[in-house]
């Protein structure tokens, strides 16, 4: 089951919506010999430079694809470390996100989530609530073809459907932003189940980086190369992009 649909942050809507599938820890830490829990802590600093970095660089919502429904198939000892992680997460970083206006969704279902988890996130999304800079959505346990499937479900019961009203189904936020980018890291170049209603004309960048190592200056490439290309959306014409933010 999704989070309920949330209202739209208007401060942050004309800034672009980034979408990062963030991947290679377990390998990044294999090759130095460490932990593949190591790996997971050194990508939870990678979250914090890209999040200090992406309003500047013109983000105004950015999601990042955290645990998948499919990711509780790992050993359980990874899932446990990662669930803990999160735990810190939340409790940690809510603070530094208050001060530098950061608003906190997370997306996906909160039912599997260990005990007291769904909670520390209500918690943190309620402190964040007001953020204006930067809309921060994590995706937790989550499906985008289970987030169709809940939406079409729930769309039975609307008369005179909409595009727009299934997409706010789809996403559980009323008028939010379309994903203008979708990054993985770590060479891989699939989607795995992310965004893929919201990311439908979404341009692709696939990068060698892997996630622990990627911060603002990988951040900034991802964007030039994403300005650097016509977006048409089916049509002729080329849609003007609103030109990158100067420093």
């Keep these: 089951m999704q989070s309920s649909l949330q209202p739209k942050s208007p401060a942050v809507s004309d800034g672009l919506h980034v979408g990062i599938i963030m991947d290679g820890n377990g390998r ?3 090759r130095k010999g460490l932990s593949r829990l190591r790996g997971h802590e050194a990508g939870v600093d990678a979250i914090r430079r890209v999040v200090e970095a992406a309003p500047d660089q013109g983000i105004g919502t950015l999601t990042l694809y955290a645990f998948s429904s499919d990711n509780w198939r790992r050993p359980r000892a990874e899932v446990a470390a990662l669930m803990a992680l999160l735990r810190v997460y939340l409790a940690s970083e809510v603070e530094s996100l208050v001060r530098n206006g950061v608003r906190l969704t997370v997306i996906g279902r909160r039912d599997r989530l260990p005990g007291g988890i769904a909670d520390a996130i209500g918690r943190a999304e309620a402190a964040t609530r007001n953020g204006s800079t930067l809309h921060l959505r994590i995706a937790v346990d989550y499906s985008a073809r289970d987030a169709i ?6 769309a039975r019961e609307i008369d005179g459907l909409t595009r727009a009203a299934f997409s706010d189904l789809v996403t559980g936020e009323a008028g939010l ?6 990054i993985r890291t770590s060479g891989e170049q699939r989607l795995s189940d992310f965004l893929l209603w919201e990311g439908a004309y979404a341009e692709l960048h696939f990068t060698q980086r892997m996630w622990p190592d990627f911060d603002a ?7 030039a190369s994403f300005r650097g290309r016509e977006r048409r959306f089916g049509g002729l014409e080329a849609v003007p992009l ?6």
């Design 149 to 154: 499937l809940d939406a079409a479900t729930k």
């Design 28 to 30: 990044w830490a294999t």
């Design 177 to 182: 932003r379309d994903v203008d980018l979708i």
């Design 242 to 247: 609103a030109p990158a933010p100067v420093s």
């Design 217 to 223: 200056a990988d951040l900034a490439q991802a964007l």
